[in-house]
């Protein structure tokens, strides 16, 4: 593969898989955590026994906070793992028992977490000017 294609191929992961996650799965539960310092309950499932809030923070962590460095190409490599962390735990704890089909979106998200993980940002991403890496 020559390289404009590898550096737009992980251009188009990042800001795909990232900017999804972002907004259709970060940003509610973003609000589920404002929701909680609000007062409310936010019926958010314990996940590996660390409890509702602990589970939620650190799906909001990994869901809006890496996913912004990931749309951004900032510490891509490094930004990957707690999406990785999130999306295997979403497939096979969260859904372990639930048919292929609950499972599939999570193991979609999970495989471009691990290319971007392997691969990096490419050439278009800020860690690239930041780091001044080739």
């Known amino acids: 593969m020559n390289t404009l294609a590898k550096d737009l191929t992980l251009l188009g992961m990042r800001l795909v898989f990232g900017g999804l996650m972002l907004l259709n ?3 509610s ?3 589920r955590l404002v929701d909680y310092f609000n007062g409310e309950d936010v019926g958010f499932r314990s996940v590996l026994g660390l409890g509702e809030i602990p589970s939620l923070f650190l799906a909001v962590f990994s869901e809006v906070g890496c996913s912004i460095l990931l749309v951004l190409g ?8 707690p999406l990785i962390a999130t ?3 979403a497939a096979f704890v969260v859904h372990g028992p639930d048919p292929l089909k609950k499972k599939e979106m999570a193991l979609l998200y999970l ?7 392997v691969f990096g940002g490419g050439k278009y991403s800020l860690d690239r000017v930041l780091f001044k890496k080739r």
């Open 25 to 27: 799965h970060g940003i």
């Open 111 to 117: 495989m471009a977490y691990i290319a971007t993980a």
């Open 29 to 31: 539960k973003f609000n």
């Open 74 to 81: 900032v510490y891509t490599k490094k930004s990957s793992w």
């Open 87 to 89: 999306m295997f735990i």
